[in-house]
């Protein structure tokens, strides 16, 4: 288990692994603005011990792989979905186990669709069909088909967008109001925890405000839920009943739009992986990976 920078698609991309190489192979992808230790180490734990061999990275834009700046090139999910497939082609890897959260399970399901030789099975945690219509929603104040993230939710996003952060105290410090606005009631926001992996973050990250490019990035993106209808991809779709910004229903409607696909609700779970569902997550993982 080490850090690695490869080279995929063009752009600088650190990556880590865990586990054998001679087993299952499983690729988690992080959701926007999230460094690639988002993926907590006790959750890879579980599936390497369940025989998965996990490999894990920082999206552009965030921890040390390359940043972009937005006057200059723009990107969007098909870019981002090359990125993953480059993973796999730095790890030697014709295909693997796409397990996407938030943003990360769109790039997933771009995947999917313009990749489908590269992606054996995909796990879709508390994502979307919706595209950019939720960044839309929360910058620009459109109203989506779909259920839009909470107003709270929305005001909170705007207050750091608009006063952004400077110093390290402060910048943690709106992370952990962040995602603490993103639990649920099923458990305690674990405050030391994400304190120490966000203070992590910062120490780790090449651009730290890069991170926020993934809202920009997003915001051109269509709904996807008529291509997502011609994958063939095995799916599982996991969401929280409480997810504040991405509802229920957006799960309900990625397993709508993708023939065969299976929910696997998290009770009283928000826009997170709280500990507490780790073994419920890992068991629906794995058995969805078997080989």
Same mark, same amino acid.
């Given at each position: ?83 993953? /497939? ?12 796409? /397990? ?154 990625? /397993? ?36």
């Amino acid at each position: 288990m080490a850090e690695r920078m490869v080279k995929a698609n063009g752009i600088d991309i650190c990556t880590e692994d865990f586990g054998n190489p001679g087993d299952i192979p499983i690729l988690l992808v992080m959701g926007a603005s999230a460094q690639m230790i988002l993926w907590e180490e006790g959750f890879i734990a579980g599936l390497v011990d369940g025989g998965r061999y996990v490999i894990r990275f920082d999206n552009r834009d965030t921890g040390q792989t390359t940043c972009f700046d937005l006057e200059q090139e723009t990107y969007g999910l098909a870019d981002m979905a090359n990125d993953a /497939v480059g993973v796999l082609d730095a790890y030697g890897l014709d295909s693997a186990h796409l /397990v996407g959260a938030s943003m990360g399970g769109m790039i997933s399901q771009q995947v999917a669709m313009d990749h489908p030789d590269r992606i054996r099975t995909m796990t879709s945690i508390m994502s979307t069909p919706a595209g950019g219509e939720i960044a839309r929603a929360i910058f620009m104040g459109e109203t989506p088909e779909l259920p839009s993230p909470l107003p709270e939710y929305i005001e909170l996003t705007l207050k750091w967008v608009l006063e952004p952060p400077l110093t390290r105290e402060d910048r943690v410090r709106s992370r952990l109001e962040n995602f603490g606005a993103l639990a649920g009631s099923r458990a305690e926001f674990d405050v030391e925890c994400f304190t120490a992996i966000f203070e992590r973050e910062y120490d780790r990250a090449a651009n730290w405000p890069a991170m926020h490019n993934h809202g920009m990035a997003l915001m051109d993106e269509d709904n996807r839920a008529e291509k997502l209808r011609g994958i063939s991809t095995p799916t599982i779709v996991i969401h929280g009943t409480e997810d504040p910004i991405l509802p229920y229903p957006h799960g309900e409607a990625t /397993v709508e739009a993708i023939g065969g696909a299976r929910m696997v609700t998290l009770d009283r779970v928000g826009h997170e992986l709280p500990e507490v569902v780790w073994p419920q997550v890992t068991e629906a993982i794995l058995a969805h990976t078997a080989e």
